[in-house]
């Protein structure tokens, strides 16, 4: 599998999980919506400002998001390492906002406890079939 192939799969999978590391050195994970935007080796999600989760990559950028498919007989899986960056700049939530984030964030595109999490994705596991491959993007 290569980068080109990674990124069309997971843009297909409706959810995802995202890791971040706690005040204590543990890793905390969380499903999340699917992207709301992926483009080259960053990949786009919405939350609250107000979220551990936030407070966390704060601290710590260091993350790895994660994307699966089950299928009847075949099980897909791609982890991926890198950095998350809590974006709260208005044109970077205004780029990526979609009508049903408003369901969210009643005030809409500027509400202060909308923010987007910028994950730059460095390297991939993929697994298929029993086997891992590993990717540098």
């Known amino acids: 599998m290569d980068k080109t192939k990674i990124f069309k799969f997971i843009s297909k999978q409706k959810m995802a999980f995202i890791a971040s590391v706690n005040e204590h050195g543990f890793p905390v994970i969380r499903a999340m919506l699917a992207p709301c935007k992926i483009d080259g080796n960053e990949i786009y999600f919405t939350?609250?400002?107000?979220?551990?989760?936030?407070?966390?990559?704060?601290a710590n950028k260091k993350a790895c998001v994660y994307f699966y498919k089950r299928g009847t007989f075949k099980y897909q899986g791609v982890s991926i390492t890198g950095e998350m960056q809590v974006c709260t700049d208005q044109e970077t939530k205004s780029e990526v906002w979609r009508f049903w984030d408003k369901l969210f964030y009643k005030q809409g595109k500027t509400d202060p406890d909308y923010c987007v999490l910028k994950f730059k994705g460095k390297t991939a596991e993929y697994y298929c079939d029993f086997k891992i491959e590993k990717i540098e993007l």
């Open 47 to 58: 939350t609250n400002t107000s979220s551990n989760k936030v407070k966390q990559y704060l």
